[in-house]
């Protein structure tokens, strides 16, 4: 069984930045593709970020391209989003997923899936 545990949410203006981390417990690392989706109230989950197994491909929603970036350490069996210049409309929960299909579009073919860090961007 993979577990997946996010970190480093919070409250935040807009403007600043935030690093989001999860690592990942379980069968080998690196045969999953890994990805950031958030979830806004009242809005169904949506991609944000997704990485390939090998970290050589990753994919970005538009709003998010240029302020955001994925990465992963297989040898820390971590993956990391760099949310930068953030702004209120990136407030969301955000949960990690771990898939074995590519590209990790949609939420209904994800294999597992942490539990959310709420992340709050104040105007």
């Known amino acids: 069984q993979v577990q997946l545990v996010e970190s480093g949410g919070g409250l935040v203006q807009a403007g600043d930045s935030l690093r989001l981390s999860c690592v990942v417990s379980?069968?080998?690392?690196?045969?999953?593709?890994l990805g950031w989706f958030r979830q806004a109230p009242g809005k169904e989950r949506e991609p944000v970020a997704t990485?390939?197994?090998?970290?050589?491909?990753?994919k970005y929603t538009d709003s998010v391209k240029g302020r955001f970036t994925i990465s992963r350490d297989n040898d820390k069996n971590t993956v990391y989003l760099q949310m930068n210049s953030l702004r209120p409309g990136d407030g969301a929960v955000y949960y990690c997923?771990?898939?074995?299909?590519?590209?990790?579009?949609?939420?209904?073919?994800?294999?597992?899936w942490g539990e959310g860090t709420l992340v709050t961007v104040s105007s």
């Open positions: 997923a771990a898939s074995t299909s590519w590209p990790m579009n949609d939420p209904n073919h994800i294999n597992f």
């Open positions: 379980g069968p080998p690392f690196s045969n999953y593709h």
């Open positions: 990485i390939t197994w090998s970290g050589y491909s990753s």
